[in-house]
């Protein structure tokens, strides 16, 4: 068996980084940075348009502590569907609200190969929510994995990559191998919800060879599961159900959009 690196000390080569940064600069010659929501060409620097950056919907406190919707009540902790439903994680926390423009974004990052977007997404994640991620105290970052067929197809997990870049930024871990999709399942948004819970029943499951019991809860008592886009919060529910299994005490989950809700 390979030996394993204890979560804690999988750090970041400087050499890695700076290579990085040059061929980012070598790659913006070429391809320069376009904005993730109208897709105009960016000034150097630049995340994202002026204007919409200004359209973009932030969300603000109040929000639902497990799932990180927005609040139309201050005196509430919860929203109505995480107050009415299981929910393994004990604290969430959202960025933006998918709105029309947000989903242009995600489909850009999904669909169109626009992986520049990820940037946009993790340096708002950072700068909005870095202090109450830091709080949690997560040993580790994990991404929703995306089934291997899908991931052949678009070759990359976007979760994966937003994970990737908060990581860095962060200096948190990402485990990426650990947990899986064991099954190719149908995009959850065609679905009602009876039949969401259905299409996921045995989605995802674990790597336990290198992540046995002892080592996750040594290593991996408390994590953060990260996504795209929370619609109903089946998919989530999976993966934390599945990872509390696994002997993790303490999951929050980072989504970098949510539906404005019920
Ligand atoms: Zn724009
Ligand atoms: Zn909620």
């Avoid at 994202?48 to 109040?62: A, D, H, W």
């Avoid at 997404?121 to 909005?128: E, G, I, T, Y």
């Avoid at 976007?158 to 200096?171: D, F, P, S, V």
Wanted: proline share 4%; aromatic share 6%; glycine share 8%.
């Amino acid at each position: 068996m390979k030996k394993q690196l204890p979560v804690h000390k999988m750090k970041f080569d400087q050499t890695v980084v700076e290579e990085n940064r040059l061929r980012d600069g070598l790659t913006r010659l070429l391809f320069p940075r376009k904005c993730p929501g109208c897709g105009i060409v960016l000034p150097t620097g630049a995340l994202v348009c002026e204007e919409c950056s200004r359209e973009f919907t932030l969300i603000k406190e109040p929000a639902c502590m497990i799932c990180g919707r927005p609040l139309e009540y201050g005196n509430e902790e919860m929203c109505y569907t995480c107050a009415n439903s299981t929910r393994s994680n004990s604290f969430g926390v959202s960025i933006f609200i998918y709105d029309d423009l947000m989903r242009n974004a995600m489909s850009g990052l999904k669909f169109h190969g626009q992986t520049d977007n990820v940037d946009y997404f993790a340096a708002m994640a950072v700068s909005r929510a870095g202090a109450k991620i830091r709080s949690f105290e997560p040993c580790a970052l994990v991404p929703v994995p995306v089934h291997k067929t899908r991931l052949e197809e678009r070759g990359y997990n976007q979760a994966e990559l937003i994970c990737e870049k908060i990581g860095e930024m962060m200096e948190i871990p990402v485990v990426s191998d650990w947990l899986i999709r064991a099954r190719k399942t149908d995009f959850q948004k065609n679905l009602g919800s009876i039949m969401r819970r259905r299409n996921l029943e045995g989605a995802f499951a674990l790597n336990e060879i290198d992540y046995p019991r002892e080592r996750v809860e040594s290593e991996l008592s408390r994590v953060m599961i990260v996504d795209d886009i929370y619609t109903t919060g089946t998919t989530m529910e999976n993966c934390a159900s599945k990872l509390k299994e696994a002997g993790v005490t303490e999951i929050g989950l980072l989504n970098i959009s949510i539906g404005a809700g019920i």
